[in-house]
């Protein structure tokens, strides 16, 4: 049974970092595509980043800001998110698929339940 695990939200200043990370098991972590997107409630999920073993895509709204990586001897996936700012506000969700495009939530077969990032002003 394949389980994607979310840690690292939380509650932070604009201006601050956090990193989040995605435990996966259940799968052969190093064949598939990772992704990480957020949702505001009542809003559509949004793609923020995906690794691959050859890639790395980021949105436009955090390029500069977030960094993606993956530790395949850990099975984890990370997320470090700097210069926080209030639009942030979401909770976010780690996936993982062999789909296309890498930006659409169609992508990817598995995802986590999500933790909660809250960006105070």
């Known amino acids: 049974q394949v389980q994607l695990v979310e840690s690292g939200g939380g509650l932070v200043q604009a201006g601050a970092s956090l990193r989040l990370s995605c435990a996966a098991s259940g799968l052969t972590f190093g064949r598939y595509d990772m992704g990480w997107f957020r949702q505001v409630p009542g809003k559509e999920r949004l793609f923020v980043a995906h690794?691959?073993?050859?890639?790395?895509t980021y949105a436009d709204s955090v390029k500069g800001r977030f960094t993606v990586s993956r530790d395949i001897s850990k099975n984890t996936m990370y997320l470090q998110m700097n210069s926080l700012k209030p639009e942030d506000t979401a909770i976010y969700y780690c996936?993982?698929?062999?789909?296309?495009?890498?930006?659409?939530?169609?992508?990817?077969?598995?995802w986590g339940q999500g933790t909660q990032v809250t960006v105070s002003s």
């Open positions: 690794i691959s073993l050859s890639d790395i």
């Open positions: 996936a993982a698929g062999r789909g296309a495009p890498i930006t659409s939530r169609g992508a990817y077969s598995y």
